[in-house]
């Protein structure tokens, strides 16, 4: 149990372009997910926590207008990088968690995002 | 605000050794502690997590120990295998955030 996927695993955009990452619980219903990126050789920072039907809570130095969150369902996170440039390219992690697990994150297989 | 330092941030060990990862973090008001293991462009693996009321978790090979007082956390990996070469993370649940340390890359030559 306790699964969490990411679609897609790989993407390759054009600079100036928007992407769409999708983070799925697929055997619980998620209360909160939370989106990380990784660069190189280097740990998971934290972006953003958001809840289902209510707005993402962003980090500190995180540009929401940039990196837009939306968790529309108990099940279904998606985070849209818009008008990307060759900066934003990274490793994106999603996790997942619900309360009945304790606060346990539960994480997807990652995205790895590259802008030409 | 909590900063989780892992030491070291490299190790090699030939394959049968057993070795011994640290964590550390700077607050010891934590809710748990979690250690992942991650192979290279893929996600986290949750190896094992200590409740804040725990001193250590043990799961095969691996035992988690768990010092809030002083801020530390040691995953031990016994008899050491080339399949074990990852990097390998602690994060600190702090609040509804669980902030990751640097990691350490461990390479176990066979």
């Known amino acids: 149990g306790a699964v969490v996927s990411q679609h897609p695993s790989r993407v390759i955009c054009k600079s100036g372009t928007s992407v769409k990452i999708e983070c799925r619980s697929l055997d619980f219903q998620a209360t909160t997910m939370f989106w990380y990126r990784q660069f190189p050789k280097q740990s998971l920072m934290l972006m953003a926590t958001s809840n289902e039907g209510s707005k993402a809570t962003y980090e500190q130095g995180v540009e929401k207008d940039k990196f837009l969150i939306n968790h529309a369902s108990l099940t279904l996170s998606t985070l849209t990088v818009t008008s990307a440039h060759p900066e934003d390219s990274s490793f994106y992690i999603c996790?997942?968690?619900?309360?009945?697990?304790?606060?346990?994150?539960?994480f997807g297989p990652g995205t790895r995002l590259t802008v030409l | 605000k909590q900063e989780v330092t892992q030491i070291p941030a490299a190790l090699s060990v030939p394959e049968g050794e057993n070795l011994v990862l640290n964590c550390s973090f700077t607050?010891?008001?934590?809710?748990?502690l979690q250690w992942f293991r991650q192979d290279p462009g893929k996600g986290l693996t949750s190896l094992l997590l200590?409740?804040?009321?725990?001193r250590e978790q043990t799961s095969g090979r691996l035992n988690a120990s768990l010092d809030k007082s002083s801020g530390r956390s040691t995953l031990y990996i016994a008899a050491s295998q080339p399949g074990d070469s990852a990097t390998y993370l602690c994060?600190?649940?702090?609040?509804?955030?669980?902030?990751f340390g640097t990691g350490t890359l461990l390479a176990v030559q066979p």
């Open positions: 994060a600190v649940h702090d609040t509804n955030k669980l902030i």
């Open positions: 996790s997942a968690s619900y309360r009945a697990y304790g606060n346990e994150q539960f």
């Open positions: 607050d010891s008001a934590i809710y748990n």
């Open positions: 200590i409740q804040s009321s725990q």
